[in-house]
């Protein structure tokens, strides 16, 4: 394998847990973040030539305090930080050196983002930059703002977690809900930002999708008492078993309805209704443990050979009552339409506010083919036609204009 390409592996794998270990024991994100990312250019500059070192996590440390040393040589602002994240990067290799499995400390990073006094409109950003090393514009582009504004908005988080010492740790029980929401929401959105690339069969190595996986699993092991991290994983895996099938073998898109069972992966759905099953063993009902259950119901029809949808319509119902987002509304209307007609799902999606569906693409999937089996043909098309346009994927948009032809 090119040294290249172990290279950028190396770096993907390693550098977020680096960056959490020394922020975690310094309190100093910022200044952790300025270290670690010198350490990386190098890195990228000298491993081409020299090779992969034996140690690249302690090879990066030690780049990283040569560069905290400079900082505290030239910068009297970082110079305060200096004697923290030296003594971290010290502590680290000193673990390496004795074979030490290196702690996975991301889940802190989480919590902090989460923490009370960070600016709630800056909270998921700052985990996707932190916890994933997405770049400020890229954030940006998905909250519809000016990467100037969100670059901003960033650094006065960092600058709070420093200033106010914020605790790098699991908050104490009374605090724990609400933050494990916000940590939980953030690993789902994760997920969700990698599904669609997780239908390619060439993934890479390390996908969002297998990120949001491996937290999911850290989040467990971190709180084996809380029910609500094993629905998600849960909810995760059950949807990750069905991945074979989400593409035919010239990659077109094949719904959920139409996909071939017998390729499902039935380990991952046998772990998932495991954890399903420990979970409610907990008495903590949640929203991912009901999200999780639907998808439990949808893949059992790999024995039935059919879909329960009455069991599902009831526990979208639930769901509805306990989360009603604008995609559980719209998922809630699909299952009952298939148990009392499409009427019921039209009435339902007429109920929900209109400037939220105008640009939600399954909102207009779902209105299209519930008018379609009306024999509202032009009605049908037309929402065929701005699902298809609001589709980021091509397999789907490619899809949904079939549909939309074979009205004709």
Not at 84 to 113: S, W
Not at 175 to 185: I, Q, S, T
Not at 376 to 393: G, I
Request: charged letters at 25%; a neutral charge; one cysteine or more.
């Amino acid at each position: 394998m090119p040294t290249e390409r172990v290279l950028e592996r190396v770096i993907r794998e390693s550098s977020r847990k680096l960056l959490a270990f020394l922020a975690a024991r310094s309190g100093d994100l910022a200044a952790a973040e300025d270290a670690l990312g010198e350490a990386l250019c190098a890195a990228l500059m000298r491993w081409p030539q020299s090779g992969i070192p034996a140690s690249p996590e302690a090879w990066l440390l030690t780049a990283a305090r040569r560069q905290l040393i400079d900082q505290h040589r030239h910068d009297s602002v970082r110079a305060r930080a200096a004697p923290d994240l030296l003594a971290a990067a010290d502590q680290a290799m000193n673990a390496l050196d004795g074979q030490t499995v290196f702690p996975d400390e991301r889940l802190k990073l989480m919590f902090v983002c989460t923490h009370p006094a960070i600016d709630p409109g800056a909270r998921t950003p700052l985990m996707l930059q932190t916890v994933l090393g997405l770049e400020a514009a890229d954030i940006a582009a998905a909250f519809l703002l000016k990467p100037a504004t969100m670059g901003q908005r960033l650094s006065r988080a960092k600058n709070k977690i420093r200033l106010a010492r914020i605790p790098f740790d699991i908050p104490e029980a009374k605090a724990l809900p609400e933050r494990l929401e916000a940590v939980l929401e953030a690993i789902y959105g994760i997920y969700g930002i990698g599904w669609e690339d997780a239908a390619s069969e060439n993934l890479p190595e390390r996908s969002l999708v297998n990120e949001a996986l491996e937290l999911g699993e850290l989040l467990i092991r971190l709180l084996p008492e809380q029910a609500e991290p094993q629905g998600l994983l849960a909810l995760m895996r059950h949807c990750e078993a069905r991945r074979p099938t989400r593409r035919d073998a010239q990659g077109r898109y094949v719904p959920l309805s139409e996909q071939p069972t017998g390729r499902w992966l039935k380990p991952l759905i046998d772990d998932a209704d495991r954890l399903l099953a420990n979970a409610a063993a907990l008495q903590q009902p949640g929203r991912f443990q009901l999200e999780a259950a639907i998808q439990s119901v949808h893949n059992r029809r790999l024995i039935t050979g059919r879909t329960d949808w009455p069991s599902i319509a009831a526990l979208y119902d639930g769901l509805a009552s306990l989360a009603p987002t604008l995609g559980v509304l719209v998922a809630r209307a699909a299952a009952r339409a298939e148990v009392d007609g499409a009427d019921v799902g039209l009435e339902l999606l007429a109920t929900l506010p209109k400037p939220a569906c105008t640009a939600y693409q399954p909102y207009w999937a779902l209105k299209a083919r519930l008018l379609a089996k009306q024999g509202q043909n032009e009605a049908a098309r037309t929402a065929f036609e701005e699902a298809s346009r609001l589709s980021q994927d091509a397999a789907c948009r490619a899809f949904l204009q079939q549909q939309a032809g074979q009205l004709d």
